[in-house]
């Protein structure tokens, strides 16, 4: 008897509409407070991850954007802890039928990798990593995604020093890039050894960035080139004629790193863009020498122009993998249906967009937790269909913000404003 072939976002004949979880994993406390950023221990969903998968899954969707912590699932070199994630993954799966597009790493590395991303071991240890969740949980997941939002990544952990390795300026940012490129590579290879009908699907932050100076434009070009580096090197693309190439050697990359990565025949299946209207556009302004950017509230307008830019630049399907906007339910209301109307006029128009995440479900933690000094409930962001909010034993309750109706509507195909 043949195997039916497994659930694949790339066969919907419609938009999937998919949620997430929001998962950054950064267990290295902060110097000034002692405090380590573990989402799903900041909302509960390490205790509650029944409940709360179970009210993802009642509201129709049949895919979520979901993460493991590896910190916890990998506690020491070489050495695996399968507890949690035994017990969530085939939950998820088997009992309510939602697929996971599984983030093996979205932010930070476990403790005991010294120096983080630019530790020689990185790229081993997390392909050592991602070989391992393939091997046990492959027969339950058949979409990955290496590691999110590489250019963040580097961002905060090589260019804003606010993750370790805590390097600064653009040499730290292109060195822990390529290192996170090198790793997500052999990651891509761990995944194909095991999963042999796995999509994996790159995940990275999409930008909309502009100038009103001509003489800026070399800069904006080279900004606009950074969200898709990621994929570049990881499928051997970066070589003597890519624009980033001399850029990066001249802050500090390796010649041998690069000469490494530019291998043909290494491809991912999806791009996974991220769009948020009031973090994804910037406005570059300064001189040549001293460039200096500042941002500027998104529109849907935005969002396609990022879309079809992803869709040529990239030249494979492209997934709306996170958006939202941190807000009222109102402020929230309006961008789902902006989305939707421009998922329609993309699809439309022929471009290969094949679905929309809401990312995150339920309200997170900013960021800032990890380095503030206010009560940890302060910190929250409400930006998903569910609120959390403290009831009187001080656990944080999913409580609805009737976005969630709305996007059942969505997910089931129903009530598409007349389409």
Known sequence: MTARPRPSILASAGPIWALGIEDTFIPHAAARTGRVLDEYVLTGHDRLWRSDLRLIADVGVGWLRYGIPWYR????????????????????????????????????????????????????RVAEYAAAVALRYGRLVRHWTPLNEPHVHAHFAGRASAWPPYRRGERGFSQVFVALARGMALTVDAIRANVPDAKIVHVEGMSVITTDDPVLAPEVARRLEIPYLGLDLVEGRVNEGHPMHDWLLDHGVGRRDLVE????????????GNFYPQASCWVVAGSVEQPRTRRRRGTALDLEVAIRDAAIRAD????????????????????????????????????????????????????????????????????????????????????????????????????????
């Open 73 to 124: 699932v990998n506690p020491a070199p070489g050495v695996f802890d399968w507890t949690w994630t035994d017990e969530v993954l085939p939950y998820l799966v088997e009992d309510l039928g939602v697929q996971p597009i599984l983030d093996l790493v979205h932010y930070g590395a476990p403790l005991w990798l010294e120096g983080t991303f630019l530790s020689p071991d990185y790229p081993g």
């Open 316 to 419: 494979r399907p492209v997934l709306l993998t996170e958006t939202s906007v941190y807000g009222s339910t109102r402020s929230r209301s309006r961008w789902l249906e902006d989305v939707v109307v421009s998922t329609d006029h993309l699809r439309d128009d022929g471009v290969p967009l094949i679905g929309v995440t809401w990312f995150p479900a339920f309200s997170l933690f900013s960021w800032d937790y990890r380095r503030g000094r206010r009560t940890p409930n302060a910190y929250l962001s409400h930006m998903g269909l569910w609120d959390l909010v403290p009831d009187a034993a001080g656990e944080l309750a999913r409580v609805p913000t009737g976005l969630d109706e709305r996007y059942r509507e969505l997910a089931t195909g129903a009530a598409r404003d007349g389409r």
């Open 261 to 272: 990565l530019a291998q043909p025949g290494r491809r991912m299946d999806v791009f996974g």
